[in-house]
């Protein structure tokens, strides 16, 4: 493990995604990177169930959460959370982008397969002077973290798990509203998220999991 892959010791009070988001904001490319590695996984599996079979024949994951990163980063300087809970309302608001760009594809047919433009920056200067190297960088490490342990780890789950787990731990439905979604009761959901969190978080406790919804929040 590297200096810039170990959590960061500035305090003891806040989460490891804080800390690095707050580096990335000063310009710091290593902690954008180390963002990027942690919440790449979790955006793959929702942009591989959100896509389907048919629309992954037009539309790579990959692109698609390379253009969720590209429309994020230049707008971290003025992302706002709840003290303490940066890196749920961060994961939140990745899902959020990326399930809208889905709605996109959907909306529109598939010969125009028109990328979205990419927003205007209204960061601070640091952020800026690592911006050209964001494009090619985030690209391979969506690559690398799409053939990695924690991607691995996901897709050792049984399918209905990996659903739940987009819908329950990423995209932060009630247990209730991913109930209907699925057909199934609230304490199946309950039960199946919650263990599939507990396995994954076991299995890599220092991973993207820790960023999940907690198996007992309502």
Do not use: C
Not at 22 to 43: H, M
Not at 45 to 66: I, M, T
Not at 86 to 104: E, I, M, N, P, Q
């Amino acid at each position: 493990m590297t200096d810039s892959d170990a959590p960061p010791a500035d305090g003891d009070s806040v989460d490891a995604t804080t800390l690095h988001v707050r580096r990335a904001i000063d310009g710091n490319a290593d902690s954008v990177n180390w963002i990027v590695a942690r919440l790449t996984p979790l955006l793959l599996l929702q942009a591989e169930r959100r896509l389907g079979p048919v629309l992954r024949r037009s539309h790579d994951p990959e692109d698609l959460v390379n253009d969720v990163w590209a429309a994020t980063l230049p707008r971290l300087g003025a992302f706002r959370a709840e003290p303490g809970r940066f890196a749920k309302s961060l994961v939140g608001y990745l899902s959020t982008a990326l399930f809208h760009r889905v709605d996109r594809i959907l909306g529109q047919a598939l010969r125009e397969n028109r990328r979205p433009a990419q927003p205007e920056t209204s960061a601070a200067a640091p952020l800026d002077q690592v911006a050209a190297s964001w494009t090619s960088a985030t690209a391979r490490i969506v690559r690398n973290e799409r053939r990695g342990e924690v991607w691995r780890a996901i897709a050792s789950l049984e399918d209905m798990d990996q659903e739940i787990l987009v819908l329950r731990g990423i995209e932060q439905r009630s247990s209730s509203a991913v109930a209907v979604t699925l057909g199934i009761s609230v304490n199946a959901v309950d039960a199946r998220y919650s263990r599939a969190v507990k396995r994954l978080r076991s299995a890599l406790p220092e991973s993207a999991f820790a960023d999940l919804v907690d198996p007992d929040e309502s």
